[in-house]
């Protein structure tokens, strides 16, 4: 498996935007869950979106909130998560993961990144 390695993290104020990057440094991608996940304070970690790749590019994306989108561009090996209109409940530590199967459950990724912290203050 290749290595994940996130990066776009910052404290912001609330109503700001950040775009999120996951570079796979090491191999593409083949058909698999790529995605992104976040994890709070004594939560568990929790899908916010992912990508379902083909054999070099992206079949399909999902995101648990209007506001976030998920794009791939797989020239750079790179999935993107864009958040727009920041709240303070969108704060955590933000994974990268590579799975398969049903690419909505934290089970399903079995290799992750080392995260990057989004702190959104009111």
């Known amino acids: 498996q290749g290595q994940l390695v996130e990066s776009g993290g910052e404290s912001v104020q609330a109503g700001g935007s950040l775009r999120l990057s996951c570079v796979a440094s090491l191999y593409s991608p083949g058909t698999y869950c790529w995605g992104w996940f976040r994890q709070a304070p004594g939560k568990e970690r929790e899908w916010v979106g992912n990508s379902f790749t083909g054999q070099s590019s992206a079949d399909r994306v999902n995101a648990k909130s209007d506001r976030f989108t998920i794009s791939q561009d797989n020239s750079k090996r790179t999935l993107y998560l864009q958040i727009n209109e920041l709240k303070p409940e969108d704060s955590g530590r933000y994974y990268c993961?590579?799975?398969?199967?049903?690419?909505?459950?934290?089970?399903?990724?079995?290799?992750w990144g080392q995260g990057t912290q989004v702190t959104v203050s009111s």
């Open positions: 993961g590579l799975g398969s199967g049903n690419c909505f459950r934290l089970s399903s990724y079995k290799d």
